[in-house]
């Protein structure tokens, strides 16, 4: 049965899941049927942090335009452009083995594209969601709703996965902030 978390809750997924070896991420969001007519789109985005919580090069950051990390081990699948739909929006496919050692955490980010431009931010969005399936049972191991309420926010932290002794354990996160996509690279490629 799938786990519910909280925001900040922890998931042990090695020790919970000690099989699991094709996790997948899904991500998903609506917009409020009030403003549906508007275009907004929102980008599922993947940094790959090392000990100093720095990507170790630009290829570590996985999104639209960088759709797999160079270890082979992070594939991101699509960009929805609407959201539309109850299911996974974007998707990304992780095989835990082949996570660089180097690599120490798993930063899933949401941001809203031309936010800026658009005027657009979290305030508008309902129903998002991030939630961990195995891939070759297509089993749902946890999912978090975020239940927080956004407004002037532009990007979220949905999640992240992190490395603990021999285990890789999930944090809900749900952290908000009014920032571009750049400001993250910025952030994470000092
Ligand atoms: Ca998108
Ligand atoms: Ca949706």
Same mark, same amino acid.
């Given at each position: 049965m799938s786990i519910d978390l909280d925001r900040g809750g922890i998931l042990?997924?090695?020790r919970e899941f000690p099989g699991l070896r094709y996790a997948g991420i899904?991500?998903?969001?609506?917009? @409020?049927?009030? %403003?549906?007519?508007? !275009?907004?789109?929102?980008?599922?985005?993947v940094f790959m942090l090392g000990a100093d919580r720095q990507i170790?090069?630009?290829l570590f950051f996985v999104f639209y335009n960088n759709l797999k990390s160079p270890d082979g081990a992070i594939e991101?699948?699509?960009?929805?452009?609407?959201?539309?739909g109850s299911g996974d929006d974007e998707s990304i496919e992780i095989d835990l083995s082949r996570v660089s050692p180097d690599i120490e955490e798993i930063l899933f980010?949401?941001?809203?594209?031309?936010?800026?431009?658009?005027?657009? @931010?979290?305030? %508008?969005?309902?129903? !998002?969601f991030i939630r961990i399936y195995d891939i070759s049972t297509n089993i749902e191991i946890l999912r978090y709703n975020l239940?927080?309420?956004?407004?002037q926010e532009t990007a979220i932290e949905f999640g992240k996965l992190y490395r603990q002794s021999?285990?890789?354990?999930f944090q809900a996160l749900g952290c908000g902030y009014s920032d571009r996509l750049q400001s993250f690279v910025d952030r994470y490629a000092s």
């Open positions: 042990n997924l090695t899904g991500l998903g969001w609506d917009l @409020n049927p009030d %403003r549906a007519e508007e !275009a907004f789109d929102l980008d599922a985005s170790p090069n630009e991101h699948f699509g960009d929805s452009r609407t959201g539309e980010v949401v941001t809203i594209h031309d936010s800026e431009v658009r005027n657009q @931010n979290f305030g %508008r969005i309902q129903n !998002a239940q927080e309420q956004f407004s021999d285990a890789w354990v």
